[in-house]
Nanobody, 124 residues
Framework: QLQLVESGGGLVQPGGSLRLSCVAS????????IGWFRQAPGKEREGVSC????????YYVDSVKGRFIVSRDNAKNTVYLQMNSLKAEDTAVYSC?????????????????WGQGTQVTVSS
């Protein structure tokens, strides 16, 4: 079965950190760009980060630049999103998605595979 599974979400205080994981099964991530998305209640889904299949270049939306770091471990078939200096406005369900095309495509929401998401809540 081809799927993506996210983990690592939870409740964290403002200023804290979380590391999300996106693990692929049934296919090899090496050949895919992996995007991270989030959706807060009442808001549209937003692409926040992506790591390119071609050269591993990362992309970040302006609101997370300098705070989030995306990385991949192809040996573990896993992509990570390290989230630091978290803010209340980062609260959302975070999902990962995979596509053979580049981040320019993935971040439009077009992807071959999607995970179910993991909840991140930033609150004191």
């Amino acid at each position: 079965q081809l799927q993506l599974v996210e983990s690592g979400g939870g409740l964290v205080q403002p200023g804290g950190s979380l590391r999300l994981s996106c693990v692929a099964s049934g296919f090899t991530m090496d050949y895919y760009s992996i995007g991270w998305f989030r959706q807060a209640p009442g808001k549209e889904r937003e692409g926040v980060s992506c790591i390119s299949v071609s050269n591993g270049s990362p992309y970040y939306v302006d609101s997370v630049k300098g705070r989030f770091i995306v990385s991949r471990d192809n040996a573990k078939n896993t992509v990570y999103l390290q989230m630091n200096s978290l803010k209340a406005e980062d609260t959302a369900v975070y999902s990962c998605a995979a596509d053979r095309l580049g981040c320019g495509v993935v971040l439009t929401g077009v992807a071959d595979y999607w995970g179910q998401g993991t909840q991140v809540t930033v609150s004191s």
